[in-house]
């Protein structure tokens, strides 16, 4: 029987680029701290955000779209309003027509440990069929500096 290893924080260094997000008040649960639902919203914000003001994707009038076909988080500490959170981003698999994306959640507060850490992967599809499409240049060529 093999052991699983279990998940572990990662650092800042780890990640490519990094995008703030501050929190809302509604993120918090009757816990004190984000509801987890939060964390994938963050993923997608900061990914998505990413690659619109990159000029990657055109969320209203471009050919493909993305499409998330896998999500997954773990948690290591809790966040919660009014703390703003940071994203880090880089880019761990790219395929022909998908991309997966791994993204850190820190405090602001210059802790080195994430308090959480997660994936996702898109699927590009044309826009208009729903089928599997090539990664516009455009996406390709932000997706290389987030390697």
């Not at 791994?102 to 898109?122: K, M, N, T, W, Y």
Request: glycine fraction near 6%; proline fraction near 6%; aromatic fraction near 10%.
């Amino acid at each position: 029987m093999s052991a699983t290893l279990r998940p572990q924080a990662e650092f800042r260094i780890a990640y490519k680029t990094f995008r703030n997000i501050g929190t809302r008040w509604s993120d918090n649960d009757v816990y004190g701290h984000v509801n987890n639902v939060i964390y994938y919203s963050w993923f997608d914000t900061a990914v998505n955000g990413l690659l619109i003001e990159q000029g990657a994707i055109d969320i209203h009038a471009g050919k493909v779209i993305g499409l998330v076909i896998e999500t997954q988080c773990n948690y290591f500490a809790p966040l919660a309003f009014p703390e703003p959170v940071v994203a880090g981003i880089r880019v761990a698999h790219v395929g022909s027509s998908s991309v997966r994306y791994e993204v850190g959640l820190f405090p602001a507060d210059e802790s080195q440990s994430c308090a959480a850490r997660g994936h996702f992967i898109h699927v590009y599809v044309d826009r208009h069929t729903r089928r599997p499409a090539p990664l516009p240049p455009e996406l390709l060529s932000v997706l290389e500096t987030l390697k």
